[in-house]
């Protein structure tokens, strides 16, 4: 399952009772709400290092988008938002993005059950601290009518080459919809894919149970990498793919300017090679490393916020090559 699946999210939307939805609150109110969360979390014993937007500069905040350890949206405005992180960054809780609260955890792998138990345990510690708004017949509140219900998105991060290049993406994606899924870019919604890497995700929240909506997921996941893996046998007994998959490593350990959509269609050849044992002494883990590790803001927060897009090219390429030595 590794081979296809690079990790697994689980995220649940909550707001507080006795405030408006972020979209009207005041800044004090916004602050008041990232207060009472720390609170909630030093009160229960859980330890999360809190960052403040607007303490910390525009490379770090989009480092952690390209991390996956908050969205786009969220650092759209910086006054009165937060985000809490587990020492390991498994969990994180953004603090007033389009709710008041969306807690998520990210695991490697194919791990839905274990993500959402991990989830929904902190869900419930949060809850006796914190007055959850709540309806009887709706479920939990939330500003989007689309996450009335659960609060729940789940999703998967696939590598799905072989039906890229065989054209089936786009009309698996558009069939989708009729099981309650949707397939997204590498960073959700309005993102584009980038080296062959989508996100799976329910869309129905309202009306079904969160295990229901995990199993619908799950089933149609395992579905998908069953015809992923049959695309990459047939495309891997074409010398010309071997070919591509062979030149993309070769490139990776020679050029001296890369820029990052070329980096993530020759690593996404490269895992691809990876899966199919074609290099011994590579992981699929250690690429997943490097999809996130030469994303352009995280090299900025390693190597200095006042890089252009030249030098971060050329530090990009420097750092393919000393790995691919």
Do not use: W
Not at 9 to 18: F, G, M, P, S, Y
């Amino acid at each position: 399952m590794s081979e296809a699946v690079v990790s697994t999210r689980i995220r649940l939307a909550r707001n507080l009772k006795e405030y408006s939805f972020p979209v009207r609150l005041s800044a004090d109110q916004a602050r008041e709400i990232v207060d009472k969360v720390g609170q909630a979390l030093r009160d229960c014993g859980i330890k999360f290092h809190r960052i403040d937007l607007g303490a910390i500069p525009d490379t770090i905040r989009v480092s952690m988008i390209e991390r996956h350890l908050v969205s786009p949206d969220f650092i759209n405005e910086q006054d009165g938002r937060a985000v809490f992180l587990s020492d390991d960054n498994t969990a994180s809780i953004m603090v007033n993005e389009e709710d008041h609260i969306r807690l998520q955890v990210i695991l490697d792998g194919f791990e839905l059950t274990k993500a959402f138990t991990m989830a929904d345990q902190l869900d419930n510690i949060l809850s006796k601290k914190l007055n959850f708004a709540f309806h009887e017949r709706l479920g939990y509140l939330t500003q989007c009518p689309t996450n009335l219900g659960t609060g729940m998105r789940a999703s998967v991060m696939l590598h799905l080459p072989a039906l890229q290049m065989s054209d089936a993406v786009n009309r698996i994606g558009a069939n989708l919809s009729k099981l309650g899924l949707t397939m997204r870019g590498l960073y959700g919604e309005s993102s584009k894919p980038a080296g062959a890497f989508f996100q799976l995700s329910n869309q129905v929240t309202l009306g079904i149970s969160e295990k229901a909506a995990i199993d619908n997921l799950q089933n149609i996941t395992t579905q998908l990498i069953a015809q992923e893996m049959r695309a990459r046998e047939n495309l891997l007994n074409k010398i010309e793919i071997q070919d591509q998959i062979h030149r993309a490593l070769g490139v990776l350990k020679t050029a001296r300017l890369m820029d990052h959509s070329e980096a993530m269609r020759l690593l996404s050849l490269v895992r691809l090679g990876v899966s199919a044992k074609l290099f011994e002494t590579l992981s699929t883990d250690s690429i997943d490393k490097l999809t996130v590790e030469i994303q352009p803001a995280s090299i900025m927060t390693r190597f200095g916020d006042d890089m252009s897009p030249r030098d971060r090219d050329i530090k990009r390429a420097s750092i393919l090559r000393e790995r691919f030595a």
